[in-house]
């Protein structure tokens, strides 16, 4: 077992945890802001251009047809652009559609400017969680993924209590006040990411940090073509169950507080601003379990949580159910992303570990695409979200029963 827990400069922090954090910033903006600051918008979106459940989930697809294009791209522009320059570019895209939006009326428009606000976030998600393979050996690469995804908490802090404050001014109302700040935002952080993300240790002459393990190396390689795509058709399914729950949670429990729970939007936002402070934590909790237990037994815990929560609100409006709910989705939101990042890496090394990412974020993807048309769908016909919340609650439980099915990984299995 090779140690090789250097930097650049004995006794500086290792560069690696620059690009972690810088990272997280990116998915601040790529993630926080552009998809989960949604939620907290779209009651006054859907009060301000009459729209009902089915629309808001039309809207949400729009966003996620765009996340799908640029997955599927991302193994080729990768390769030609690198890490660096895509995730800048994209945050730059984030940031005008967001501007878009926010001058636009036209359901047609505003669908097609978050479609493009789908693509800057796949632009930013992939080959930000990639960098975790290329800059930290597997005994810290959930650790990592952690700090990488710590960024979409932040985001719904921020969009929980500043929009709740926001008031119409100017000829804009809330909502579009809401955007025209969160371009902004993503206009700086296209700047900082350009400068602090490196693609690869050696385009500084450092070393990735923590352990590596050449026994991990020799199976990765030594694992066939057959086997690798039936590991990743099986991850690539886990992930996708976990897409479509935990989607049709983020983009309709806010609007659930207000028109089932009675809760006034300020009182919704600073309930969600509270999941946002929890959920900064939680990509770090599950990748450190997964560094220390095995990522089979951090994803299997990760989605009994989830499950727990979304059952809490699937059975009835009761107001302890949606704090606990909520209190328990923060603990364990960002938890299977992270562990498939760390996980891409163990299963098909460094070099192998951006494709695999992008394929496993495709199929994550499709899944997120489902879960918000399902259950805008099935509240059309209720006349509330709690069916959808059940259906979701026991899809996170089969998803359990897959991962126990899942063959360990060279690495923390």
Known sequence: M??????????????????????????????????????????????????????????????????????????????????????????????????????????????????LTGVGSGGVVVPVMSLASHWFHPSHRGLAAGILMSGPGLGVIISGFVVPKLTPMIGFETWQLGWLLFAAISAGVAVLAFALLRDRPGDIGADPFGRSSASASAVQIEMSRRTKLRMLIHMGLIFALYGATYMAYVTFIVTSMVDTYGMSPEDAGRLWAGFGFLSLFSGILFGSISDRLGRRVGMALAFGILATAYLLVGFGAWMPGLYLSILLFGLAAWSIPVIMSASAGDYFGPAGAANALAALVFLFSAGQAAGPLLAGYLADLTGDFTLGYAAAGLIALLAILLIRALRPPPVSG
Do not use: E, K
Not at 81 to 96: D, V
């Open 2 to 115: 090779a140690d090789t827990m250097t930097a650049n400069r004995p006794g500086r922090l290792h560069y690696a945890w620059i690009v972690a954090i810088a990272g997280g910033v990116a998915t601040f903006c790529g993630l926080g802001l552009a998809r989960f600051a949604f939620g907290m918008l779209l009651p006054s979106m859907s009060a301000s251009l009459g729209l009902d459940y089915g629309q808001s989930g039309v809207l949400g697809f729009a966003y996620l047809i765009g996340y799908l294009v640029a997955v599927a791209l991302m193994p080729v522009v990768l390769r030609r652009f690198g890490n660096r320059i895509t995730t800048s570019a994209s945050l730059i895209l984030i940031a005008a559609t967001m501007l878009g939006i926010a001058l636009g009326q036209d359901f047609l428009l505003l669908w097609l400017f978050y479609a």
